[in-house]
């Protein structure tokens, strides 16, 4: 039986599954493509969500990205941590394009989401210095 066969066989969760896969080779289009044609009741489970927010960010498609991230804030602990890693590169990007506010809107979004990424953004090379240190991010170095 091919690849194919058995994917179609074991229904949508495993074409989620090979979707996941795909994410994970970096195959952002194709993974996205297949998650687009999942029935919308797989689509919307918060894997699904997971894996079209991941595609979506890879792919640079910000504002969809954005109504992704906005609802899984406040969901389990892994759409929690996957809203705070969205909110934390749109964040970036909106700096990028020299929209601070939206920038630190974001950033604090990534926080409330995920107390932890207070670290990560302090970390985050993105963010030039001035930006974190007026965020409350002060860079210390060793």
Known sequence: MSSSATIE???PRASLAHAIDLLDLGMYHEG??????L?????ERRAGCRAELR????LGLWQRALKLAVPMK??????????ADAFQTLAAEA?????????I?????AITADPRKLEALRDDERFPE???TRFGLKVVRF
Not at 39 to 43: K, W
Not at 77 to 83: L, Q
Not at 95 to 103: P, Q
């Open 32 to 37: 996205l493509r297949l998650i687009e044609a």
């Open 9 to 11: 066989s074991q229904g």
């Open 39 to 43: 029935p919308a009741e797989v689509r």
């Open 55 to 58: 595609a979506t960010l890879a």
């Open 95 to 103: 700096l990028k394009r020299g929209r601070e506010t939206e920038a």
């Open 74 to 83: 406040d969901g389990n602990e892994d759409d929690r941590i996957s809203a």
């Open 130 to 132: 001035i930006f974190r």
């Open 105 to 109: 809107k974001l950033a604090s979004a």
